[in-house]
T-cell receptor, first 112, second 111 residues
Framework: DTEVTQTPKHLVMGMTNKKSLKCEQH?????MYWYKQKAKKPPELMFV???????INESVPSRFSPECPNSSLLNLHLHALQPEDSALYLC???????????FGPGTRLLVL | AQSVSQHNHHVILSEAASLELGCNYS??????LFWYVQYPGQHLQLLLK??????LVKGIKGFEAEFIKSKFSFNLRKPSVQWSDTAEYFC?????????FGTGTRLKVLA
């Protein structure tokens, strides 16, 4: 299994909602990543988990809250988002940092 | 500050033409360098990587890249492109703490 899966594929939420994005891999990778990608822009790193511990937080607003409950799973909890947070949220994993990353298909988020 | 530049934003080539996409980075320390590709409707996937050793690295689908430390460059090349190479190509750099992607180059290959 060489896949990174992400659910849901699409998400529409209001500014007062709380929702979560989920990412899963079964490749035994010990590093997992969240990226945000706006249209026609490159992915921007948000968070890196290494061995289930947060190793990089790129000064992301606290309305985004990552969680890594085990080595296969990575969540991104969303609360009180703004319309400008609408984007494609990509998850990736790698065997270790900084090895090449396997990307998931992303969750397309729209904040109304 | 660490940064990555891809100067070619859009490239159009005919099949069998040679390809070179530029990538320059600014970071004084040790770097790990990557090229990723995103085919239409698909997600990002790794083309090739450089960590150390031979500065000429070969990747999948006939792509190669050369790390030139003195020029802070990691240009992607392919001697003869195919229609199926139509995609967006991202250079990425990992410094001590940061991962940064370049702005991407959209390649269109005409059949």
């Amino acid at each position: 299994d060489t896949e990174v899966t992400q659910t849901p594929k699409h998400l529409v939420m209001g500014m007062t909602n709380k929702k979560s994005l989920k990412c899963e891999q079964h490749m035994g990778h010990r590093a997992m990543y969240w990226y945000k990608q706006k249209a026609k822009k490159p992915p921007e790193l948000m968070f890196v988990y290494s061995y289930e511990k947060l190793s990089i937080n790129e000064s992301v607003p606290s309305r985004f809250s990552p969680e890594c409950p085990n080595s296969s799973l990575l969540n991104l909890h969303l609360h009180a988002l703004q319309p400008e947070d609408s984007a494609l949220y990509l998850c990736a994993s790698s065997r270790l940092e900084p090895e090449p990353q396997y990307f998931g298909p992303g969750t397309r988020l729209l904040v109304l | 500050a660490q940064s990555v530049s891809q100067h070619n934003h859009h490239v159009i080539l005919s099949e069998a033409a040679s390809l070179e996409l530029g990538c320059n980075y600014s970071y004084g320390g040790t770097v790990n360098l990557f090229w990723y590709v995103q085919y239409p409707g698909q997600h990002l996937q790794l083309l090739l990587k450089y960590f150390s050793g031979d500065p000429l690295v070969k990747g999948i689908k006939g792509f190669e890249a050369e790390f030139i430390k003195s020029k802070f460059s990691f240009n992607l090349r392919k001697p003869s492109v195919q229609w199926s190479d139509t995609a967006e190509y991202f250079c990425a750099v990992k410094g001590t703490y940061k991962y940064i992607f370049g702005t991407g180059t959209r390649l269109k290959v005409l059949a």
